[in-house]
């Protein structure tokens, strides 16, 4: 059972566009949700995480949208670039002393110049 | 600062051969991971270890062992590889307190192929 269900798998979106990618979690505990990005042969790396005390987290191009009644939240890269050409991985975890990550199944995003 | 360590970077084995990932952090961080990588299934996990001395199974174990060999050093055995662990693996730590808190730090991941 998966715990985090992302969408879309694949985006190809115009240079200075928008791109949109979406997760929804079923286990209310998490509280947690951050955005992974992974260039090819590399480790994923943090992006931006938000916590669920806020609807909304913005970091320069990038922001996201954390609505927590309909529990699901979303990553908007604004004046979207080729190189944000990447795999975005959305997670979930209980926030503590130790986290224990639920991934995403992974969006892989091309932004054509 | 090297941050996550890991080897072998690629490596290819026979079904029933076995090996040992290796992976070492010099950031001081508790707690540890390893986690598998497969197209359209995301990033699964595999074993932790939330402290040193301490080791617990994620969602994919069977197949695999572990051992937290002290604060820095996770490694990750297959004893009896098969076809069906071809993936890409990454170890991560994470912090519990202060900017690491909560963050994932990855290593660069290692391509397995078993034939």
């Known amino acids: 059972q998966q715990q985090v269900k992302q969408s879309p798998q694949s985006l190809i979106v115009q240079k200075g566009g928008i791109s949109i990618i979406n997760c929804a979690y079923e286990?209310?505990?998490?509280?947690?949700f951050p955005w992974y990005q992974q260039f090819p042969g590399k480790g994923p790396a943090l992006l931006i995480a938000i916590r669920p005390d806020v609807s909304e987290k913005k970091e320069g191009r990038f922001t996201i949208s954390f609505n927590k009644s309909a529990k699901q939240f979303s990553l908007h890269i604004m004046d979207s670039q080729p190189g944000d050409s990447a795999t975005y991985f959305c997670?979930?975890?209980?926030?503590?002393?130790?986290?224990?990550?639920?991934f995403g199944s992974g969006t892989k995003l091309n932004v054509k110049p | 600062n090297a941050g996550v360590t890991q080897t072998p970077k690629f490596q290819v084995l026979k079904t029933g051969q076995s090996m040992t990932l290796q992976c070492a952090q010099d950031m001081n961080h508790n707690s540890m991971y390893w986690y598998r990588q497969d197209p359209g299934m995301g990033l699964r996990l595999i074993y932790y270890s939330a402290s040193e001395g301490t080791t617990d199974k994620g969602e994919v174990p069977n197949g695999y062992n572990v051992s937290r060999l002290n604060k820095r050093e996770f490694s990750l055995r297959l004893e009896s590889a098969a076809p069906s662990q071809t993936s890409v693996y990454f170890c991560?730590?994470?912090?519990?307190?202060?900017?690491?808190?909560?963050?994932?730090?990855f290593g660069s991941g290692t391509q397995l192929s078993v034939l």
């Open positions: 286990n209310t505990a998490f509280d947690y």
């Open positions: 997670a979930a975890s209980k926030d503590g002393n130790f986290n224990k990550f639920y």
């Open positions: 991560a730590s994470s912090g519990d307190r202060g900017g690491s808190r909560g963050k994932l730090f």
